[in-house]
């Protein structure tokens, strides 16, 4: 058992492998934080606690005048509501009566082998080689019989805690949550932590900040009804001092697609709180007596060996922990072409068919029929919510086009935008009722288009029917699943007044159920998932998404920031990446390289290249087979910062028993009779030696001389080339 309950002591010490997560009931049964760091043994780390009168911080009416017990002073595991802890709140909840305050106290617990499954929400799943162990701890009010369920799953091997919390209404009359947080992390001393977070915009994901923590609110948030391309749903707290290879990193990543919240606190005494879940500004959920409601699971990480190990705790665990699909690792996945870039709207069955023609030249093995197939689809102004084939393009219907391009040896991928309707549809047309739209007031378009209320059982089970109605017509062995605005208009017609502070996580939950509907039944279907780029790449999405489509930017150059910051969470083969004809200054190998950080593909009209563009191509897609194991399965290793003014950005996946690596070096930037320049490997067996080919030069070295010296990049080379390093241990 990973998790070990001393009972004189009353602490709960949750072990990975290589951490220790302690929790105690102490003082009036109020449940404190101890500790989250390194192993320790399970001694009783209450110690660290001092406990001094505090002026203005209140004391429990039951500490008896005890001026020193303040709950705005102590480590807290979730927090109360108006009993005297001022700092930012784990949940607020309106009671029966009108009231707002919440005192949880420990009431019970259990513990059981495997990890706990949330109502409604995805979590992470336990494989055969896991050891996975759960806390379940009850806090209570006497007063409302409010209880909170505090969730754990320790995931020993993965150095994993997944946490979440579930509110339970014991009372008589119902209740209101105004905010309900799926984690509370409380640190004694957060003066020298530096938040990290990827903040982004539309195509310009996940770029990465650090700010040192300073006394007030930092606040981390999603309102779109989407995790968005602005905010990641993804944080760290880590060491001022940490880099790459050295000191504490906290990683907190929320399973949830919708609006969210991170926020940490650097309080009066250095103390730092960080609480992260349903973003609580236009929330407000109704739990009647005897009800539930279950907070997003969020995944969390510790290392003192900084930012690589953090991020290879997340890659392996999203490799193995999230999704089921059988295209995670048993099954390669194909070299894929789209046509978004390639055609937009128009094209016909006869054009699919000649750009997969000249793309199986080129090694590519599937290709994705984008937006425009359905309904009346000639621009963005029509036709969303009618999935039915658009007899005017597909002019031979759907089976007879996949067949076509079966026989050609290639797979065949589609396009779906679930979540929304034009106003020129037939759906909009039956139902208009089904957008969303506030009483009184016209919709917020976006992209032309409307959101339907995904919160209704009726559009849940639309979409559900035709979508499979399509998948189910022919031979399909990939879908694009997009989202193309943010969510506004928060009103559903089936709920009411007093429950339309539910509409944005009931949409979330809707959606998921959506997904179960569609994804989960068909596991011989690949699916990817894209929200105009990466606006909803989270944890939550990679349950379902073997892959999400990082950013609707193929500029390889802007790829280059997008893949290192999606990096520190997210693994190499979560991350679609295509070769497309922007920045055409930029050598179309280079293009492929920078795409090999990702999942490979193109997105362009291949009967556009030349023969010598189609080879080159040709021989790129050779070297997506050769390194596929490397980059879907090694660990990734970022070599450079490309956020500093760097001539070369480089990177590195290496295999599990470091005998193959591969060094991917980019050159950004060639200044006239430069400096030779040389980059560090990393991860290599020491005393091994490696062949190393990539540059036109062979050469044997050994790890540490790689490690430690580096590579010489050559320099008398064209702008924008880039290398790549194969590095073998040849004895
Ligand atoms: C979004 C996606 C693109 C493409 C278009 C189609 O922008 O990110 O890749 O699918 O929609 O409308």
Redesign the pocket.
Known sequence: MAIIYNEKKRTFSLHTAKTTYQLKIGNLNYVKHLYYGATIQDEDLIYLVRRYDRGFSGNPYESLKERTFSLDAQPQEFTTQQQGDFRINSIEVQNADGSFSFNGRYRSHKMYKGAFTLNGLPTAIATENDTVDTLELVIEDSVTKIQVTLLYSVFEEADIIMRAARVHNGGEGEISLKRIMSVNMDYMNGRNLDLVSLPGRYGQERQVERQPLTHHVHKIRSGRGISSHQQNPFIALVDRTANEEYGSCYGFSLMYSGSFIAEVELDQYDQARLVMGINDRLFSYVVGPGEDFDTPAVLMTYTHKGLTKMSHNYHNFFRNNLNRSKFVKDVKRPILI?T??AA?FDFDDEKLVEIAKAARDMGVEMIVM???WFGKRDD?NSGLGDWVVNEKKIKCGLPKLVSQINDLGMKFGI?F?PEMVSEDSDLFRAHPDWAMEIPGRRAVRS?NQLVLDVSRREVQDYLIRSINGILDSANIYYV?W?I?RAITDLWSNVLPADRQGEISHRYVLGLYRVMDGIIKTHPDIMFEG????GGRFDSAMLTYFVQY?S??NTKPLDNLKLHYGSSFVYPVCTMGAHVSTASPMVPIETKAAIAMCGTFGY?LDATKLSKEEIEKCRKMSGYYHKFYDLNFFGDYYRLTNPFEPVNLVAWECVAKDKKKALLTVVTVHLTVNGPQEYIKCKGLLPNRKYRITGDGNEWTATGMALMHAGVPVPREIPEFTAFLYHLEVID
């Open positions: 789209n978004w870039e937009f984008d937006d425009g963005d396009w935008e992209r694009k997009d193309n894209c929200a105009g780029g489509w950013s609707d997105e």
